[in-house]
């Protein structure tokens, strides 16, 4: 049996850490795409697509503070999590779910909160995980106009 005893991984061509091993095993990986976004305070959300314009954590700049999306650099398992604090326009229930490139793919699945009027506030949260192929993108959507708002959107490669 061999032992195999490195530090550091770094890529072939401009020498970038891919994954560091500290003296007692902690294995972390500085380069792995993550964000964390959320909305600027009392924004108003209309029904549709959910831009998140506060980037709080965007390792590898793949979330668009501009458009709402997260692009995926490599094809591979990605987990999301969407969390938000809502009161609807019009007491309206609603649905929540993540769109791939511009529509709801059959690999994803419906979140969905339920308001009987308007001044009841609802926490909602939803995860999912999604097989993506590099270049794929992923938003949010919400069907109904929210207001008072305090969303939250995370996701990271596997």
Sequence with gaps: MST??????QDHA??????????????TQPAKPAFTVSNTSGAVLGAGDIVFNLA????GNHYNTSNGRFTAPVSGLYFFCWSMLHETVDGR????YFKVNGSQ???T???????????????TSWNQILNLTAGQYVQCYSSVQTYRTNHAWSGFLI
């Excluded at 195999?4 to 991984?9: A, C, P």
């Excluded at 020498?15 to 003296?23: E, Q, R, W």
């Excluded at 709080?56 to 390792?59: A, F």
Aim: net charge negative; aromatic share 8%.
């Design 4 to 9: 195999l005893k490195v530090g550091t991984i």
């Design 14 to 27: 401009n020498s970038n850490t891919a994954i560091s091993i500290d003296s007692a095993g902690r294995v």
């Design 56 to 59: 709080h954590i965007n390792n």
């Design 93 to 96: 229930s609603g649905s929540f």
């Design 105 to 107: 793919s059959p690999t």
């Design 109 to 123: 699945t419906n979140g969905f909160f339920d308001q009987e009027n308007d001044d009841y506030r609802a926490n």
